[in-house]
């Protein structure tokens, strides 16, 4: 396996779907639901998104393609978007691009299934879980980085699952300031993987730049 790929990619999968910060949306849009009904929710919503990155994962590099763009050219327009994510989860603004906008989230208290939408999409697999999947599949190059890829999104996908399970539990004793540090390491970190994706697709755009 690679490792390096591995370490890479399981904190740009944490950053970008963080469960920790989808805890709080799940149990606004959840609220006055039994345990088993918001249980219920958890397990659709962890199926769905591992179907939903699976999808993008195995798909991602041939959609750019048929569209005619390079990974290269995807990575700058990808770390740009990402990095107006974590500069939002910085400043505690969020970005409604990833997880939606005020109505979208509020519109759909009053939908009895939120798993898929807005949950699964925008919040937890948004633009930035998109651009993230297909720059990191864009670097795997042979089995064991499509090993240390799966691992790093299967390890996330679990710690999602867990913490959406658990809920309930969670929230209760997880307080305001614990969950903006979190916010806050999460954004510097995507932040960071914004700038090497960058700094890597100009690189390869214009090697002049290079030196």
Not at 1 to 24: E, Q, S
Not at 77 to 94: D, E, F, K, R, Y
Not at 152 to 157: E, G, H, N, R
């Amino acid at each position: 396996m690679d490792t390096a790929l591995f370490i890479k990619a399981l904190g740009g999968f944490f950053a970008i779907m963080n469960p920790f910060l989808a805890l709080p949306l799940f149990l606004s849009l959840t609220e006055g639901e039994t345990q088993s009904e918001q249980r219920a929710q958890a397990a659709k919503i962890a199926v769905f998104t591992t179907i939903f990155c699976a999808v993008i994962l195995l798909t991602g590099q041939s959609v750019l393609s048929l569209f005619g763009i390079s990974v290269d050219d995807f990575r700058v327009a990808g770390g740009i978007v990402l990095m107006i994510i974590a500069l939002g989860m910085l400043n505690g603004s969020g970005n409604s691009s990833h997880s939606g906008t005020a109505a979208e989230q509020s519109s759909q208290k009053k939908v009895q299934d939120v798993s898929f939408y807005p949950m699964t999409f925008p919040i937890i697999a948004g633009p930035g879980t998109i651009t993230t999947l297909i720059i990191f599949a864009g670097q795997a190059k042979d089995m064991s980085g499509w090993i240390a890829l799966v691992a790093a999104l299967a390890l996330v996908l679990i710690a999602l699952a867990v913490v959406l399970w658990f809920a309930g539990d969670i929230g209760h004793h997880m307080s305001m300031t614990l969950r903006t540090i979190v916010t806050r390491l999460m954004g510097m970190i995507l932040a960071a993987i914004a700038v090497s994706m960058i700094a890597e697709g100009l690189t390869k755009l214009l090697p002049g730049l290079a030196g």
